[in-house]
């Protein structure tokens, strides 16, 4: 139990922290004189390194165990924020906040701390775990992002962007609770790497988890970079962001939770495809209603239900067909999709704000995405092809 609270400890502070960057947009922009496309495309930058790095940091987290994993990526969070408070170009702000933090993300992040924390428990629970750690996350939005902007509206930009490096640093010797690796399951022969990737590779159902956790990407990615930016633009108060962020990750509690704990006992492909079908009804009711106070609120505690409540269920996925043994490096390949569908929704967000001054394009784009990924989930083969092999 130890070990799951510190593990939920790091993505509380870890992923909080990283959630609140959409805070920053505006004051940063406009204070440094850059257009949105500049910043967008740091923090696009982080979600590509974020993924890229993934498969390799789970694969050193297999072999040399987690908590050395943990620790470095936290380090490396710690002194990517803090270098953001001190940036005065775009290069500076690109390699802070995009390409430090995005490398520590990779070990501090869901995937890492995910797979150590399951480690912990039998596998008839380990949906629900996924679920708690998930959870965690969220908690972290729910937490961080009110911080955050108190930080901001208190002593500026780059005051507040130390002190959330600062905490992050504060987080990084819970790291020591999170040791080990996964070892073979019991009465099954073991497996090398190069055989576990070649298995993954033929099996349809993993390319279908690739492409379909794309499309969650884009939608966390561009709603948390943009949205605040997105209301304040419409003429509401950037308090009401940083409190429908938090709503956010309030209701994402709840909502990964209930996935985790639904995903052991319903089908998780339909239960992804569920998700990915609300989240195309939830954002085209609140871009076609004119934007009220109450329309934010509802929109931000509805997809908060659906934020990251995939992951528990295609994390989990993962394990069901492959077995916990390398799942931290096969999940590490599927979170890499999810990272450059991440890098295209915050990139073309910015890139399509300046060039036609409105959102309207991603959004409608996010609509289509969910309803493909959820066509992508409905055929995937969920048997354990382990058992198989046994």
Known sequence: MFAIGAGCLVLIVC?????????????????????????????????????????????????????????GGT???????????????PIEFHVSAGLLIGLGLSGSGIAVVLSAITRTVPEEKRSMVFGIGTAAASMGQFLMVP???????????????????????????????????????????????????????????????????????????????????YIVDRGLLPGLAATALALVGLFNIFGSYTAGVLGGKLSKKY????????????????????????????????????????????????AQIFGPRYMATLFGIVFFSHQVGSFLGVWLGGRLFDATGSYDVVWWLGVALGVISALLHWPIDERSVRLARA
């Open 147 to 229: 911080l955050g902007q108190a930080f901001l509206d208190a002593y500026g930009w780059s005051t507040a962007l130390l002190l959330l490096g600062l905490m992050t640093l504060a987080v990084m010797p819970l790291a020591a609770a999170l040791t080990g690796r996964p070892q073979s399951t019991a009465g099954m022969p073991e497996q090398s790497l190069k055989l576990a990737l070649a298995e993954a590779g033929r099996h349809r159902g993993y390319w279908l988890l690739i492409a379909g956790f794309f499309v969650c990407g884009f939608h966390v990615a561009f709603i948390a970079a943009h949205l605040p930016a």
């Open 75 to 89: 380090a490396l969070c710690a002194v990517g924020t803090m270098l953001m408070s001190q940036i005065s170009t």
């Open 15 to 71: 992923m909080g922290v990283r959630t609140s960057f959409g805070l920053f947009l505006q004051p940063v922009s406009t204070d440094l004189g850059w257009g949105r496309e500049i910043f967008a495309l740091g923090i696009a930058l982080q979600n590509l390194m974020w993924g890229a790095a993934q498969p390799f940091a789970g694969a050193i987290a297999d072999k040399y165990g987690s908590g050395r994993t943990i620790a």
């Open 271 to 318: 239960c992804l495809s569920f998700l990915y079908t609300a989240r195309s009804v939830v954002i085209l009711v609140f871009i076609s209603l004119p934007m009220t106070q109450t329309s934010v609120l509802v929109f931000a505690a509805a997809m908060g239900l659906l934020w990251l409540s995939t992951v528990p269920l295609t994390s989990g996925l993962v």
